[in-house]
């Protein structure tokens, strides 16, 4: 943002190459692209550096900073807070290129440094991007000196400590010394006493010709008792073959026993199927029932009231044994048929049922 773009001619053959205004208080917010030509043709920047340089308004102090060259243009981003520390009209600004010794500079252009209302500006003073590189150079210098002090101290407490190690490996050393001395004496001690081991030795060896003869006849009592130990393994195969048709015949048995209880639950699921049935056929007949009565014998030769009565009490004692084979409740002509396993109480024609509730006058069965 805020860019400006000027021609300037190393030849200063121009009058003025125009006029870059530039606010206090901005911030890295101006840059200044120069197009460089040597007597109208392009000039060959290539290996020079590049540098702003303004005389401030005040005619004391000057702004210096390093410029980038790509082909013939030079550009830079100034520091406002630097370059516009004194506010006011310079026409004392250039480009300047070195290489080798050799430095050009361009034909002059006009710099308006506007005044900001806001904020105060730093004392008037020379800037040098080149001043300020070799201070920077030189903080970071002593920086690293005080990395190498700081790396020198702990080599230091190293090496104290590498010192104290030796002196404890040198005693360590005379403690060896002494240990070993020790030792001599008692590998001359155990020589002493190894002279006595033999005497002692060659007792037992005798000693030992005697045990000798004694495990012989050991070794005969052995396999007589080996042999009876075979006969007794013999016995015991047996048994375990005995044993292992004793187990053949009961995993047969099992299955057996398996298969007879796979058939007790199929009759088990046949039953209840069949009950389901009962059930529902029982519903059915009296829903018969229901629709062919009306006080007396139908036009259409239905039941009349006397085997209606006693097809409800038929069908009263069917519900009655469904309900309690099936533990689940029946309706039949707003009559309720109960579990036995269901009731809790009965007390003066009132009935406690279990898994039954009553609310704002209905009764929910569940």
């Not at 550009?75 to 004392?92: F, P």
């Not at 046949?270 to 029932?289: F, G």
């Not at 039941?303 to 533990?327: G, I, P, R, W, Y």
């Not at 039949?332 to 898994?355: H, K, M, Q």
């Amino acid at each position: 943002m805020n860019t400006h773009t000027l021609e300037l001619d190393l030849s200063k053959d121009g009058l003025g190459a125009g006029l870059v205004r530039v606010g206090q208080g901005d911030k890295h917010g101006t840059t200044i692209k120069a197009l460089i030509y040597d007597g109208g043709a392009e000039a060959a920047l290539t290996g020079f550096t590049a540098y702003l340089e303004v005389l401030l308004p005040n005619k004391r102090n000057y702004y210096r900073a390093a410029a980038a060259i790509s082909g013939n243009a030079a550009t830079v981003t100034v520091d406002e807070n630097k370059l516009c520390s004194v506010a006011g009209y310079t026409d004392e600004a250039y480009f300047a290129f070195e290489k080798d010794g050799v430095r050009y500079s361009t034909e002059r252009f006009a710099i308006e440094i506007l005044r900001c209302v806001t904020e105060g500006q730093k004392p008037a003073q020379s800037w040098d991007d080149a001043i300020d590189n070799l201070i920077s150079r030189g903080n970071a210098a002593v920086s690293a000196a005080n990395t190498a002090a700081g790396a020198a101290n702990t080599a230091a407490d190293a090496a104290n400590k590498a010192a104290a190690r030796v002196e404890t490996a040198v005693s360590n050393a005379s403690s060896a010394a002494s240990a070993a001395t020790s030792a001599a004496q008692a590998a001359n001690s155990a020589a002493t006493a190894a002279n006595t081991a033999t005497g002692a030795a060659n007792s037992a060896a005798q000693a030992a010709t005697s045990a000798a003869s004694a495990a012989n006849d050991a070794a005969g009592a052995a396999n007589t008792a080996a042999n009876r130990a075979n006969q007794a393994a013999d016995r015991v195969d047996k048994a375990i073959a005995d044993a292992e048709a004793a187990t053949k015949g009961a995993n047969q048995a099992a299955e057996k026993a398996n298969g007879s209880a796979d058939k007790a639950d199929k009759a088990a699921a046949d039953a209840h199927t069949a009950a389901d049935d009962a059930r529902e056929a029982t519903k059915r007949a009296l829903s018969v029932i229901g629709s062919g009565t009306g006080g007396g014998a139908s036009s259409g030769g239905g039941a009349d009231s006397a085997e209606v009565e006693k097809l409800k009490e038929d069908a009263a004692t069917l519900a009655t044994a469904l309900v309690d084979l099936t533990d689940d409740y029946i309706v039949i002509d707003n009559t309720v048929f109960t579990p036995a396993s269901r009731v809790v109480s009965t007390d003066g024609g009132t009935i406690e049922l279990d898994r039954a509730s009553y609310e704002n006058g209905i009764i929910t069965l569940e």
